[in-house]
């Protein structure tokens, strides 16, 4: 089975992370997760680097609008596309998450796992593509 990309998945809540990896892996992709902000910048910035990024806002130890700011900060992780994945349906995160540089926004309540994958899917294709 060939691998479809490689996803960094930045999510605190068990249950949605493991649905959102298993998903994930069953379309081929490889999936590397972490549990809290911190931990999802430093694995942003290891090799191999992650093709997209999925974020929650809402994390422990560095909130995810920090962890978006500094890989947009970045240039060695600046081009990588970053989706947030939050609880929050405010305007007002979406828009900053968006002017922070993020390609899309998901509310959990409004979640569907295949649309995910879909969507990640094109962002791994036009990130392989931009490089």
């Not at 500094?70 to 989706?83: C, E, I, R, Y």
């Amino acid at each position: 089975m060939t691998t479809e990309g490689h996803v960094l998945l930045v999510e605190d809540d068990k249950f949605l992370r493991r649905a959102c990896e298993a998903s994930l892996r069953q379309r081929g992709f490889t999936v590397v997760t972490a549990t809290d902000g911190e931990a999802g910048l430093r694995l942003a910035r290891s090799e191999p680097r992650p093709e997209v990024i999925l974020l929650d806002l809402l994390m422990p130890k560095l909130p995810g609008i920090e962890v978006l700011r500094a890989l947009k900060a970045d240039p060695a992780t600046a081009d990588v596309p970053v989706m947030i994945l939050s609880n929050s349906s405010r305007d007002e995160d979406k828009r900053q998450a968006m002017q922070l540089g993020a390609v899309g926004y998901y509310v959990k309540a409004n979640l569907s796992l295949k649309e995910l994958a879909a969507q990640v899917s094109q962002l791994v294709k036009g990130h392989a593509g931009s490089r």
